[in-house]
């Protein structure tokens, strides 16, 4: 059983807009997320974490939310610029080091 | 520095075929992970290892075997590969309980 959920198999956006990316999860040990980036044919790439101490963590054009009461967290991506066109993985640990992946979102950034 | 690296980057095997990827970091990273991607999975996580020397099952272990003789190496056996473990592996490394530092990946197709 999946422990962490990305609902929406993919979305698309225009250039210049914001991006939003949600994941759920379920399991309440959980306390630190992630987001990972992926290109085709190249492996994840590190893109911002979230402690569970904290709400919001931002990077440049990257803000991760999370929602502990609701066991969600959301990405947004301000503003979404073509190169961002890739898969989006949200992942979940506990103090344990192994992760939990979502299924991914595909993002298509149009022009 | 070349990060993680996996070889070989494809490979076709028959049923009952025996095979070992490789991974290699170069970075002294403590734990080392070794991931499997299906479509519409996200990334699962087979083995793991926390040290050299030491081993341990992930989520989907089953059909599949690891050693960690040197730090920087971490090999996937497959012993009889079978159809259902055709899929994309990915190498993952980190120093603990923060990003993962993820290789190129190795496609396997089993026929």
């Known amino acids: 059983d999946q422990q962490v959920k990305q609902n929406s198999p993919s979305l698309s956006v225009q250039e210049g807009r914001i991006s939003i990316l949600n994941c759920d999860y379920t399991?309440?040990?959980?306390?630190?997320f992630l987001w990972y980036k992926k290109y085709p044919a190249e492996g994840p790439t590190f893109l911002i974490s979230?402690?569970?101490?904290?709400d919001k963590n931002e990077d440049g054009r990257f803000t991760v939310f999370l929602n502990k009461s609701a066991k969600h967290l959301s990405l947004h991506i301000v503003p979404s610029q073509p190169g961002d066109s890739a898969v989006y993985f949200c992942a979940a640990t506990t103090n344990d080091y192994k992760l939990s992946f979502g299924a991914g979102t595909t993002v298509t950034v149009r022009a | 520095n070349a990060g993680v690296t996996q070889t070989p980057k494809f490979r076709v095997l028959k049923t009952g075929q025996s095979m070992t990827l490789l991974c290699a970091q170069d970075m002294n990273h403590e734990y080392m992970y070794w991931y499997r991607q299906d479509p519409g999975m996200g990334l699962r996580l087979i083995h793991y290892s926390v040290g050299e020397g030491t081993t341990a099952k992930g989520e989907v272990p089953d059909g599949y075997n690891v050693s960690r003789l040197k730090k920087q190496n971490f090999l996937l056996g497959l012993e009889s590969a079978a159809p259902s473990q055709t899929s994309v592996y990915f190498c993952?490394?980190?120093?603990?309980?923060?990003?993962?530092?993820f290789g190129p990946g190795t496609r396997l197709t089993v026929l």
């Open positions: 979230i402690s569970s101490i904290k």
């Open positions: 993952a490394s980190s120093t603990g309980r923060n990003e993962q530092f």
């Open positions: 399991n309440s040990m959980f306390d630190y």
